[in-house]
T-cell receptor, first 112, second 115 residues
Framework: GNSVTQMEGPVTLSEEAFLTINCTYT??????LFWYVQYPGEGLQLLLK?????DKGSNKGFEATYRKETTSFHLEKGSVQVSDSAVYFC???????????FGTGTSLTVIP | EAGVTQSPTHLIKTRGQQATLRCSPI?????VYWYQQALGLGLQFLLW???????NRGNFPPRFSGRQFPNYSSELNVNALELEDSALYLC??????????????FGDGTRLSIL
């Protein structure tokens, strides 16, 4: 079946540190891959996406590359800020009922 | 542009009661999705409505149901509430599927607490 596995949190980093949040997926065919972010007290927002292998999604300094050979879509940022503190969800979408499959979320706290 | 709006923000019920949650999609979006975000379980897909029809549902019992109105707003109904139904319920909307990479836009959720 289809599923997403992402690294467990919580993750605590100092400001300007390098961030990696791992995400791997299981799916048949060619899913689209997403990262969503949920800031404290807010709903989910689309952070970035990639729709085919080797695509790189990027937004707000975050990047993720669709790696079909390793079935991964790791989220990276070179220098995190306090304002990046949030919960990050990796997700995949298949055109079979337009259903999204989400990971359990990784909580990130950035300290000054 | 107004985002996805959900009401109420918080809802407190007791076991056995019924809950109704409401969602208004972004203008122009015809698809509405419902998710349950329970502690430790991540986000789980509940229901998808498009053009007034239920298109798909996740692995939830029949006491979870809903509908979509002609103006594309939606209701989620949960009957015979159980303690484990306590969760944040998120609604999302998008343009009608396909294409499969149509991103969903999420509301802030309704926090349902069962006492």
């Amino acid at each position: 079946g289809n599923s997403v596995t992402q690294m467990e949190g919580p993750v605590t980093l100092s400001e300007e540190a390098f961030l990696t949040i791992n995400c791997t997926y299981t799916a048949t065919g060619y899913p689209s891959l997403f990262w969503y972010v949920q800031y404290p007290g807010e709903g989910l927002q689309l952070l970035l996406k990639a729709t085919k292998a080797d695509d790189k999604g990027s937004n707000k300094g975050f990047e993720a590359t669709y790696r079909k050979e390793t079935t991964s879509f790791h989220l990276e940022k070179g220098s995190v800020q306090v304002s990046d503190s949030a919960v990050y969800f990796c997700a995949l979408s298949k055109n079979t009922g337009n259903q999204f499959y989400f990971g359990t979320g990784t909580s990130l706290t950035v300290i000054p | 542009e107004a985002g996805v709006t959900q009401s109420p923000t918080h809802l407190i019920k007791t076991r056995g009661q019924q809950a109704t949650l409401r969602c208004s999609p972004i203008s122009g979006h015809t698809s509405v999705y419902w998710y349950q975000q329970a502690l430790g379980l991540g986000l789980q897909f509940l229901l998808w409505y498009d053009e007034g029809e239920e298109r798909n549902r996740g692995n939830f019992p029949p006491r979870f149901s809903g509908r979509q109105f002609p103006n594309y707003s939606s209701e989620l109904n949960v009957n015979a509430l159980e303690l484990e139904d306590s969760a944040l319920y998120l609604c999302a909307s998008s343009f009608s599927a396909p294409p499969e990479d149509q991103p969903q836009h999420f509301g802030d959720g309704t926090r349902l607490s069962i006492l």
